[in-house]
């Protein structure tokens, strides 16, 4: 029984990760050999040319607003699981003390 309470704490806490939002963070790195050049000579301005390596990040952070609502739904039927695990555990210890029950009367 205790197992069963121990798992259904687990999942609520699991459950309720999902109120925080997501956040991910990505980078990216490239080199380039060739790099477009423009071959227009223009007087009296320099055009610069491009880098031939490029670097970037970013980063997003995600709050799903329909998964708020299912997180409820979801400890409820996290709730109604346990307690039904709970419910068979106890019917198998019935049936398990009523066999040694049986079994000691009938050693009698």
Do not use: C, H, W
Request: proline fraction near 5%; avoid cysteine; aromatic fraction near 8%.
């Amino acid at each position: 029984m205790a197992l069963v309470d121990q798992a259904k704490e687990y999942s609520i806490e699991n459950a309720n990760k999902n109120y925080l939002p997501t956040i991910v963070v990505n980078g990216q790195a490239s080199y380039q050999s060739q790099v477009t050049e423009l071959p227009i000579k223009i007087p009296n301005l320099t055009l610069p040319s491009l880098n031939k390596d490029q670097y970037r990040i970013y980063g997003e952070i995600n709050q799903p607003i329909t998964d708020l609502f299912n997180v409820k739904n979801q400890k409820e039927l996290i709730n109604t699981s346990a307690e039904i695990e709970s419910q068979r555990t106890e019917v198998e210890l019935y049936k398990l003390n009523e066999r040694i029950t049986n079994l000691y009367f009938g050693i009698l």
